[in-house]
């Protein structure tokens, strides 16, 4: 009981901040220089949990202030530091909560299976190609026997591509901004039609059946 009212009490105050202060934040990140890269990575962190602004947004402003590199290394630090928190609050903090709330996605034991079997593939699979929602997969595999440091190898790699054009995107906006949408717009076509394909596929697959 502690330990979920410390977590709970610790998640409120941190989304609470972000929230409330979301637009100091953002002016503190457009300054640039070493604060600017820390106050960046704690927001990142926060819309993990809740997103008080949109990460394609937040991932593109970060790119924009501090260029591709570095953009894409303080956007992934922060967004993997939101993420293994999450993780382990699922695991240790509120883990009756969490368990109630998959009960809502009844088709997620499918995903439990064959997380089981290949724990690395199919988390990776799952960043690459949203097919379920980021926090459900953090709370899937927060609940799950999935050893901690497989989910962050494998969600870490997940992550690079969409954060390394969104950092790019982010970079260019200012000198070419609609080669910086068409970047972005294409790489999330492409992610639909893989989505399609696979949706497509496993419908087929279960009317053969």
């Not at 497989?150 to 790699?157: D, E, G, I, P, Q």
Request: some cysteine; charged content about 10%; hydrophobic content about 50%.
């Amino acid at each position: 009981m502690y330990k979920r009212i410390l977590s709970i009490s610790l998640l409120v105050i941190v989304i609470a901040f972000g929230f409330l202060q979301k637009d100091e934040l953002i002016l503190l990140i457009k300054e640039g220089g070493i604060l600017s890269i820390l106050i960046s990575m704690l927001f990142v962190a926060i819309c993990v949990f809740f997103p008080v602004i949109p990460f394609p947004v937040l991932a593109g402003v970060i790119g924009g202030v501090f260029g591709t590199t570095q953009g894409v290394f303080v956007s992934l630090t922060g967004a993997m530091a939101g993420t293994m928190s999450f993780f382990f609050l699922s695991r240790y903090g509120f883990r009756d909560y969490a368990q109630s709330k998959l009960m809502k996605y009844p088709k997620i034991q499918e995903y439990e299976e064959f997380l089981n079997r290949n724990s690395f593939v199919a988390i990776l699979t799952c960043r690459l190609i949203p097919i379920i929602p980021a926090p459900v997969v953090n709370i899937i595999c927060g609940l799950s026997k999935v050893n901690w440091l497989t989910f962050f190898t494998s969600t870490t790699v997940g992550k690079i591509p969409n954060i390394l054009i969104l950092s790019y995107a982010g970079a260019s906006f200012t000198n070419n901004k609609l080669f910086s949408f068409g970047l972005y717009g294409s790489y999330i076509l492409v992610i639909f039609i893989i989505y399609f394909i696979v949706i497509y596929r496993k419908m087929a697959k279960e009317t053969v059946d």
